[in-house]
């Protein structure tokens, strides 16, 4: 899964949290976005460092386009998934959303680019 990209409005960001590790102090905040096609879903987003002072730059109800990394890890047998933004823009709301159809296969608010000449994002 090369390049995901979810696009949304803002509707709610959590407590940041901070904390200290071996590698040094940290900073993490969780935010949600609505998609916007007809079923409508909420994905909650962690930013993390600073990415947290980019993210206070936007304002509930700013439609945004958020690229993150989707990755999964286990722990005593229960496994738990973590959406982590690495880049986060604002979209120009007078202008339409771009489809190019080519890059990026649209599946619930959510494209994946990819490499392949595939019809499936899979």
């Known amino acids: 899964m090369d390049n995901i990209v979810i696009e949304g409005r803002l509707i709610q960001v959590l407590t940041a949290q901070e904390g200290q590790s071996t590698r040094g102090a940290w900073k993490k905040q969780d935010f949600v976005i609505e998609t916007s096609e007809q079923y409508p879903k909420k994905v909650c987003i962690s930013c993390w460092n600073e990415k947290t002072d980019e993210l206070s730059k936007f304002q509930l109800n700013d439609n945004l386009k958020v690229s993150v990394n989707i990755e999964s890890r286990e722990y005593n047998s229960k496994w738990y998934t973590d959406v982590k ?28 680019t990819s490499d392949e000449n595939d019809d499936l994002p899979f």
């Open 85 to 112: 933004a690495w880049r986060i823009d604002q979209l120009n709301d007078s202008a339409p959303v771009s489809n190019n159809s080519k890059a990026n296969d649209d599946v619930s608010g959510v494209s994946f």
